[in-house]
């Protein structure tokens, strides 16, 4: 609670700070560290720095988390050892892992591709393979042999194809919406 609490306040004081202060100078920050700049009004050089090295460390943990994700997400699948218990040599795959996907997504940001047009692609191509990923598990909810007195009952079938039709009709609609919508621009 502290944190979406701490998170919701900041949020709303850097848009504030857009606000009062870009706003008025017709500075649009567009760019991370032109957030920063709004520190620097008050407190100066001081300020613009302690702003810089807090989105230096937001960024990093967040690129961290990611590639941590990421590797964990291939330690479970391929049944890799992985966990936090175990020293990188414990789990070479998994280091390996983490690693390779830092270095792509540093790759990825040195090609000058827009990062956040990669992330809009690639939810898009995440909605039109969405069907194929839930039909096993409908299938697999309606299998008595393997759910046992957990199998999906009338009702929960009912749902379940109502969502399946729910989706199908996004997966179907979302890059034909992309192409004439020419990704949310206009």
């Given at each position: ?15 504030i ?6 706003l008025?100078?017709?500075i649009e ?20 720095l ?20 990421g ?17 990188p ?29 990669l992330?809009e692609?690639a ?8 069907p ?9 909810a ?16 009912a ?8 989706i199908?009709?996004?997966a ?15």
């Amino acid at each position: 609670m502290i944190g979406y609490g701490l998170g919701g306040f900041l949020s709303f004081a850097l848009m504030i700070t857009a606000g009062a202060l870009f706003l008025p100078l017709g500075i649009e920050p567009e760019l991370i560290g032109t957030v920063a700049l709004g520190a620097q009004v008050p407190l100066g050089q001081i300020g613009l720095l302690l702003a810089l090295v807090g989105i230096l460390f937001a960024v990093g943990g967040a690129a961290i988390d990611t590639c941590f994700s990421g590797a964990y997400n291939f330690a479970q699948f391929f049944g890799w050892e992985w966990g936090k218990h175990r020293r990188p040599s414990g789990a070479p795959r998994f280091t390996l892992a983490w690693i390779v996907l830092l270095v792509l997504a540093l790759v990825v940001i040195m090609s000058g591709i827009d990062p956040v047009l990669l992330t809009e692609y690639a939810v898009i191509f995440s909605v039109v393979a969405l069907p194929l990923t839930y039909i096993p598990i409908l299938l697999v909810a309606n299998d008595r042999a393997y759910m046992g007195r957990y199998v999906n009952g009338k009702l929960a079938n009912a749902f379940g194809l109502l969502y399946l039709l729910v989706i199908m009709v996004v997966a179907l609609s979302a890059i034909p919406l992309m192409i004439l919508t020419n990704q949310g621009q206009g």
